[in-house]
């Protein structure tokens, strides 16, 4: 009986090394939990689908860069999951080695950058770009955004939310985020974090201030800066939406974006239809959890990194008319509809 639970154990450590060593996420083993902040002892184990973690591989022709470039084409690269609590500022094992070893608290280390990587690259437009990719289709639950240097394609920083709904019941909204998050593990994480949207935007506002990019006395425009989102429903549909829940204003810096589907259309002359099918086509590998908003994020802004390294230029795709903000005008004649 000893020998058999021996050797249990010795399969699962062989299964998270190798888990780690091919970047997948090793939680199915139930072994890891994220962090509890002070006061919250009961945070749940994580459970990441495999599944999500490999993209299916690309035809050679798709793939213009080495396997040891960036964007996580690496296959002896180390992928490790964000800790959540860290994002939202109320880690308190900074100073646990086992939880170092496990949890990411950098993100920019998984998108690096090399020198060969900016040989390609095209002068850009803006000076920074803003990888925003929400989640959630009642209300938002999840507001991520990454920025990203435009003239050294790295990532700066990285602001993450978790949202509380505002209409929404608490039965309901218990049985929103267990459906949401739930697979994934991140409910608990969901639950101690979430702030209303209203205050995720004073908060985003100020996080931007801090880096330069937004201020009250331009108007609530960006400063040479704009979002960039896979799709149009971002900004074009739920922002707005989610605004009018909350009852606040449509933020000015919400006035205009980047579709990353269009660009990608105008730049390889191929259609992708989502952020997947762009990753496979690239060669790229998929990193986390699908439709977890960090990961689909940081995996966009992989996307966004191939193609800048490409030559691509980024340009304005869409932008709302000042008058009557419902009305958006598309600025690409060839796009994704």
Known sequence: ????????????REWRLLCLHLG??????????YPATSGLSHTKRIICSSSHSLSSSPSPSDTSHSSVSLMGTNENSRWRPMCLYYTHGKCTKMDDPAHLEVFNHNCSKELPVTAADLEGKKPQEFDFFLVLDLEGKVEILEFPVLIVDARTMQVVDLFHRFVRPTKMSEQAINKYIE?????????RVWHDTAIPFKQVVEEFEGWLAEHGLWGKETDGALNDAAFVTCGNWDIKTKIPEQCVVANINLPQYFMEWINLKDVYLNFYGREARGMVS???????RLMGSHHLGI???KNITRVVQRMLADGAVFKITARR????????EFLFKNRIK
Do not use: H, W
């Not at 008319?321 to 958006?328: A, Q």
């Open 321 to 328: 008319s000042k008058s009557n903000m419902r009305n958006v």
């Open 179 to 187: 459906g949401k998050y739930g697979e994934v593990g991140v409910d």
């Open 278 to 284: 762009m990753m496979r086509q690239c060669g790229i």
């Open 295 to 297: 990961d689909d994020t």
């Open 1 to 12: 009986m000893l020998r058999g639970i021996f050797e249990f154990d010795a399969i699962r």
């Open 24 to 33: 997948i996420s090793p939680f199915r083993a139930r072994q890891f939990s």
